[in-house]
């Protein structure tokens, strides 16, 4: 059974600095997702990542995948108080043919202050 | 605009009662997912469908229902079975292949009174 875990959960960043959000699964995945929600919204997508090595940048967010420690990490650079939102990594099961189909961690609460 | 229309956006449930919510995608996509999201936590696996009447169910199916009469079309129905079901629920949907994005409606808050 694909298990996720995010840690921290919960992070209090000072606008400006550097820090990064570790999500581990616990068997072969080919698929790694990370998501924004804002409270009472919906999810927003930030990046897939499909192979070992993988990284991903978009502003201040880079994501990065290392299969074989089954890891990924989304690092946040020089933080703004925009980047305050909760924060989902999610996996897909190697192989599988329904891709919609993820595991979710608990998600990461982001709140940066000046 | 393209997107996944869930409707409604509020909706109390009395105890015993069933209900439906709604989700319609204009994507064009081929798969559907119904997720579960309670306060804190993350999402979890109802129900989804990758073809037109077909479904399967995920993780948490108990107490639920599905539908996937039309391409665009996924309706969850919340039955009396569901004996916890206030929560946060989100559709989803997907091209099939492995490096599509998986898209999420605004989702449905579902409240027991």
């Known amino acids: 059974e694909l298990k996720v875990e995010q840690n921290p959960l919960f992070l209090s960043m000072q606008e400006g600095k550097n820090y990064t959000i570790y999500c581990n699964y616990s068997?072969?995945?080919?698929?790694l997702y990370w998501y924004r929600q804002d409270p009472g919204k919906s999810l927003e997508s930030l990046f897939v990542?499909?192979?070992?090595?993988a990284v991903k940048q978009e502003g201040r967010l880079m994501a990065s995948l290392d299969t074989k420690a089954r890891l990924s990490t989304l690092h946040i650079t020089a933080a703004v108080h925009d980047l305050s939102a909760t924060y989902f990594c999610?996996?897909?099961?190697?192989?599988?043919?329904?891709?919609?189909?993820?595991?979710f961690g608990q998600g990461t609460i982001l709140t940066v202050h000046p | 605009d393209g997107g996944i229309t869930q409707s409604p956006k509020y909706l109390f449930r009395k105890e015993g009662q069933n209900v439906t919510l709604s989700c319609e995608q204009n994507l064009n996509h081929d798969a559907m997912y119904w997720y579960r999201q309670d306060p804190g936590q993350g999402l979890r696996l109802i129900y989804y469908?990758?073809?037109?009447?077909?479904?399967q169910k995920g993780d948490i199916a108990e107490g639920y229902s599905v539908s996937r009469e039309k391409k665009e079309s996924f309706p969850l129905t919340v039955t009396s079975a569901q004996k916890n079901p206030t929560a946060f629920y989100l559709c989803a949907s997907t091209l099939t292949g492995a490096g599509n994005t998986i898209y999420f409606g605004e989702g449905s808050w579902l409240t027991v009174v």
């Open positions: 999610a996996a897909a099961n190697a192989g599988g043919t329904s891709y919609g189909k993820l595991t």
């Open positions: 469908s990758q073809i037109v009447n077909d479904f």
């Open positions: 068997t072969t995945s080919d698929r």
């Open positions: 990542l499909l192979s070992n090595g």
